[in-house]
Each structure stands twice: as structure tokens, then as C-alpha cells.
């Protein structure tokens, strides 16, 4: 499995961006859960947003009312969308997915790269 993801770049504050991840496909196993986190310089990655197979979401409170994580058309794609973007949300952003193997059952967790938001003040 490998996840690629798309649209970090720099940003004034209050300005808005849009991440897309991709996953890729296996006739062996299908995509549950799909999360975007967040590592700033000097501290600890953190969960930003995540989106269950049904749809259910979760936002950090510092992202809530901000960002909103949606999934794609197919269930290896997740997209997060960041509104009125501040200093603070300056990070590399990851995507994360849970991968379900039809065979066994058991799930296992990937990352995407990295990609660079930053936010000027």
C-alpha cells in the first residue's frame, strides 16, 4: 500500500488549502478508516482529522470549525479541506489509512509522505 498525497504549499494567514490522498488499490483488501496528522518543529505528530468507512469524523479541537476531512467518490481517497489557516497550523501533514485484509481480517496502518503546510503570520 502506498498513499500519495497533494496540495501542501505556502499560505498567508486566514488563506485556505485542500490535501488529497490517494491510496492504492489490492483485490485483497479494502480501506477503513482514513486520518490526516501533523507534526510542527520540535513537537510530537498529532492527530489533525479523521473519517471512519461510514463517515463519522473527528477533529481536533484546535482544527474544529476549520477544517474538514472528507472521503473521495472511492474509499481510498480522502481530502482535507483548511479554511482561515493560522501560524500555528504550520506543519507537515500526513496521511494515515487503515487497510483491512479480506483474507484475515486484521487491519494494518499506513503513512503517506509528508507535505509541508506553511502558514505566514
Known amino acids: 500500500v502506498q498513499l500519495q498525497a497533494s496540495g501542501g504549499g505556502y499560505v498567508q494567514a486566514g488563506g485556505s488549502l485542500r490535501f488529497s490522498c490517494v491510496g492504492t488499490?489490492?483485490?485483497?483488501?479494502?480501506?477503513?478508516?482514513m486520518a490526516w496528522y501533523r507534526q510542527a518543529p520540535g513537537k510530537q505528530r498529532e492527530l489533525v482529522a479523521s473519517?471512519?468507512?461510514?463517515?463519522?469524523?473527528n477533529y481536533a479541537d484546535s482544527v474544529k470549525g476549520r477544517f474538514t476531512i472528507s472521503r473521495g467518490d472511492r474509499r481510498n481517497t480522502v481530502h482535507l479541506q483548511m479554511n482561515s489557516l493560522k501560524h500555528e497550523d504550520t506543519a507537515t501533514y500526513y496521511c494515515n489509512a487503515e487497510v483491512k485484509l479480506y483474507y484475515s481480517g486484521n487491519s494494518r496502518w499506513y503513512w503517506g509522505q509528508g507535505t509541508l503546510v506553511t502558514v505566514s503570520s
Open positions: 473519517i471512519s468507512s461510514g463517515g463519522r469524523t
Open positions: 488499490t489490492s483485490t485483497s483488501s479494502t480501506y477503513e478508516s
